[in-house]
């Protein structure tokens, strides 16, 4: 199994940074992907972000192209989100996610709050 714990959510003005981490412990080995995705009030649960733990190489939804940044840290276990020129819109609860090929499915952190306001 899989166990996750985020850090680094709050509160940040428009334009703002703002950096999440997630560190994963347990069966490190069979951890294939790693990734962001956050959910809105009313809205879906939608991806932000991903990379592949081997070879590094990332994916990001469209509208945050350009303004975040996903990277891994291999021996430290963790995935890093930098936010950057956050806007309201980014404002939503954080999930780290990740996808064992050993018991093939994903497991799930337990959410961290970004709020970009004013």
């Known amino acids: 199994q899989v166990q996750l714990v985020e850090s680094g959510g709050g509160l940040v003005q428009p334009g703002g940074s703002l950096r999440l981490s997630c560190v994963a412990s347990?069966?490190?080995?069979?951890?294939?992907?790693m990734g962001w995705y956050r959910q809105a009030p009313g809205k879906q649960r939608e991806l932000v972000a991903t990379i592949i733990r081997n070879d590094g190489r990332t994916n990001y939804a469209d509208s945050v192209k350009g303004r975040f940044n996903i990277s891994r840290d291999n021996a430290k276990n963790t995935v890093n989100l930098q936010m950057n020129s956050l806007k309201p819109e980014d404002t939503a609860v954080y999930y780290c996610n990740v996808y064992s090929t050993l018991y093939t499915r994903a497991y799930w952190g337990q959410g961290i709050q970004v709020t970009v306001s004013s």
């Open positions: 347990g069966s490190i080995f069979s951890i294939a992907v």
